[in-house]
Nanobody, 124 residues
Framework: VQLQASGGGLVQAGGSLRLSCAAS????????MGWFRQAPGEEREFVAA????????YYADSVKGRFIISRDNAKNTVYLQMNSLKPEDTAVYYC??????????????????WGQGTQVTVSS
């Protein structure tokens, strides 16, 4: 699976952005999809995940209630709608795909494929 993330940019605190991740190469619908982020000098951290059907989602506490993950299997695309952005949301955001169980949805090394990352910068 090849993943291409887009939609990042510069936004003021309180604003919104929608990230997209387009997949190609294999059957997209069979994969759990996740979003991770990495700020300078920090480890990569889990943001959100969505089941292969789109029926189940899971969020990090830091983004719960502000971010929404969704997917369109017909378009081979997963989205991350980010609302009420804060300066601490500034990071490179990565989409990722994994096979296997839902139990490891928040574990970065369990993901099999990664996109190239898109920069999100939130100004105060």
């Amino acid at each position: 699976v090849q993943l291409q993330a887009s939609g990042g940019g510069l936004v003021q605190a309180g604003g919104s952005l929608r990230l997209s991740c387009a997949a190609s190469g294999r059957t997209f619908s069979g994969y759990i999809m996740g979003w991770f982020r990495q700020a300078p000098g920090e480890e990569r951290e889990f943001v959100a995940a969505i089941s292969w059907s789109g029926g189940t989602t899971y969020y990090a506490d830091s983004v719960k209630g502000r971010f929404i993950i969704s997917r369109d299997n017909a378009k081979n695309t997963v989205y991350l709608q980010m609302n009420s952005l804060k300066p601490e949301d500034t990071a490179v955001y990565y989409c990722a795909a994994k096979l296997g169980g839902w139990a490891t949805r928040a574990v970065a090394y369990e993901y099999d494929y990664w996109g190239q990352g898109t920069q999100v910068t939130v100004s105060s």
